[in-house]
Each structure stands twice: as C-alpha cells, then as structure tokens.
C-alpha cells in the first residue's frame, strides 16, 4: 500500500517510561477519510555487539530477562545515548557489560526491530581482537554474567535454542558465520565453508 494512503496528523503523548514512550500518533486514511491513533513506542536506538577474541571465542552474558522471566544467553548491547556515535555506543557497552575492549569495530547492519510498533533501529556491531581490561561495570539494576564460547559452537546454540533472543540470532545472520563480512578479514575460529 503506498504511504501516500496515510497522512499524519499529530502525535499525542500516553507515558514516559525512560527507555521509550508510548505515544499514540494519529493519522487519516484516503481516501475514506476514516481517522484513527496507532499505539507507538518511541525509544532511542539500540546497537548489539559480537565480541570476538584473537582466539576465536565469543564474549557472550547471562542476564535475566523480565518479559520472559528467565536468564537468557546473548551479545552485549544496550540503548545509544543522545548524541551518541552508535559504534561508539557499541565500545561503552562492551566494556560495561564484560569488561573487555576490542581492537576494532566492525558495522555489520541495522534493523527496524519493529516497525509496526516502534520507531528506533538497533545497529549490529563486530567487536574484534576483544581483551579483558577489567571488571564489568553493570548498571545498578543488571547482574551479568560473562562467559566465552567458540564462535563455531554459535550456530548449535541457536539450533537448540539456547540462544533466543531474537536480535541476537538476527546479529550472528549478519555475521554470516560462514563467511567474513566485508572489511573484517578472516575471523578466528568461525566454521569452515
């Protein structure tokens, strides 16, 4: 259906709950006229990292997730600050959440994770030549977890669903696993062709 079809006409704030806002927008449909609000979340962009060591391992966190309850295992990632450089944003978050730092910064890609409902886009960053520098620096309410696998064994994890989180699993398609993304050279560890 062509775009033209919707014309906006204002947006009306519903509740602030930091990491988005409901907003209901408002818009009318030509040519009927008919006019109606659309529930919306409208947040800041998110950025995932997929940290790898020299040897090939992947820096992955356990942490608990309260939509469904459970811990989960995935990639560091986080919200982009205002202003903020999103690879610049996928460093801070790295460190924070593992405590490691990389020696290079690959973009992968961007999605709308939800352009039904939501406004943002999370970016999918490469993190390579990942070393520990210190301790994890968590935000007050996060415990994390950190542990390293071999980028071979990612693909097993999806299959067997110990990886879930849907933008996780999106980020390793990125990566292509079977092949280098563009500008990033051989990866250590990935499975052979």
């Not at 979340?41 to 997730?65: A, F, H, K």
């Not at 202003?83 to 290079?104: I, K």
Request: proline content about 12%; aromatic content about 8%; glycine content about 10%.
């Amino acid at each position: 259906m062509p775009r033209r079809h919707w014309t906006f006409l204002r947006r009306a704030p519903v509740t602030d709950q930091r990491i988005f806002r409901v907003v209901n927008d408002h818009y009318r449909f030509e040519p009927s006229g008919a006019e109606r609000p659309f529930v919306v979340l409208d947040g800041p962009d998110w950025i995932n990292v997929i940290p790898l060591t020299p040897e090939g391992e992947v820096v992955l966190i356990r942490q608990y997730r309260h939509g469904v309850r459970e811990v989960t295992l995935e990639i560091p990632g986080g919200m982009v600050d205002p202003g903020e450089d999103p690879a610049v944003a996928a460093a801070r978050e790295l460190r924070e959440e593992t405590g490691y730092e990389a020696g290079r910064i690959v973009r992968l890609g961007s999605v709308w994770p939800n352009p039904a409902i939501q406004t943002n886009a999370c970016g999918t960053y490469l993190a390579l030549d990942c070393r520990r520098v210190g301790a994890p620096e968590p935000d007050p309410f996060e415990s994390i977890e950190v542990e390293t696998r071999p980028l071979a064994e990612i693909p097993k994890l999806v299959a067997e669903g110990t990886i879930r989180h849907a933008l996780v699993v999106l980020a390793f398609g990125f990566l292509g696993i079977l092949r280098p993304p563009p500008g990033a050279g051989p990866l250590p560890g990935a499975p052979a062709p």
